[in-house]
């Protein structure tokens, strides 16, 4: 077990819908990190928060957002889903002080499937 | 960006033998080079890392290597067991206020009994 959690573990929706991914990083952490992992794309950096504020951003969809609460959890919201959104989406939380990277432990990911 | 490039995609050894996998990476600036483990519909699991400063970092039956000059790192396990079977990602990350990883696209290792 990582210390990292996330809601809900599954997800089936249909297209043109809207959800909300939740993470809890590791305590302590401020650093909150959204992947995607799907089979043609292999696992694929989408943002990242740290204490509340937006550090960086990868490939994310402007259809897709997200923010960090002052509790430190994160939400990610996918809007006007399509198809090919279905995937295992990924938090990582990291300690973030400074400069140096840190590791970031995974939680148990959320797999959407969209039909 | 930074781009990362893993070899083999698929690897099977025999119980007991040697398995490695290599990566390359486009960023000479980046510094931080995680390997994670991930078995199926699992969380990618931290195994061992290694900085720009180290050339090598070993954890038991598992170690690391870096050569900063060719821009590539590799993992390497050793008395490989069965329950060592799963896909293995390599990544790498820069300092600064954004430290994202890039993956490598995964290398499915099998070990035979």
């Known amino acids: 077990d990582s210390g990292v959690t996330q809601t809900p573990k599954h997800l089936i929706t249909a297209t043109g819908q809207r959800v909300t991914l939740r993470c809890s990083p590791r305590s302590g952490d401020l650093s909150v990190y959204w992947y995607q992992q799907s089979l043609d794309q292999g696992l694929q950096f989408l943002i990242q928060y740290y204490n509340g504020e937006e550090r960086a951003k990868g490939n994310i969809l402007e259809r897709f957002s997200a923010q960090q609460f002052p509790d430190l959890h994160s939400e990610l919201n996918l809007s006007s889903l399509e198809l090919g959104d279905s995937a295992l989406y990924f938090c990582a939380s990291s300690q973030g002080r400074g400069t140096a990277p840190y590791e970031q432990y995974f939680g148990p990911g959320t797999r959407l499937t969209v039909t | 960006g930074e781009n990362v490039e893993q070899h083999p995609s698929t690897l099977s050894v025999q119980e007991g033998d040697s398995a490695v996998i290599k990566c390359t990476y486009s960023d000479s600036a980046s510094n931080y080079f995680p390997w994670y483990k991930q078995e199926l519909g699992k969380r990618p699991q931290l195994i061992i890392d290694?900085?720009?400063?180290?050339g090598e970092k070993k954890d038991q039956r598992i170690a690391v290597t870096l050569n900063k000059t060719a821009k590539h790192f590799s993992l390497h396990i050793t008395e490989t067991q069965p329950e060592d079977s799963a896909v293995y990602f390599c990544?790498?990350?820069?300092?600064?206020?954004?430290?994202?990883?890039?993956f490598g696209s995964g290398t499915q290792l099998t070990v035979l009994p």
């Open positions: 990544a790498a990350s820069l300092s600064g206020s954004a430290r994202q990883l890039t």
């Open positions: 290694i900085r720009s400063n180290v």
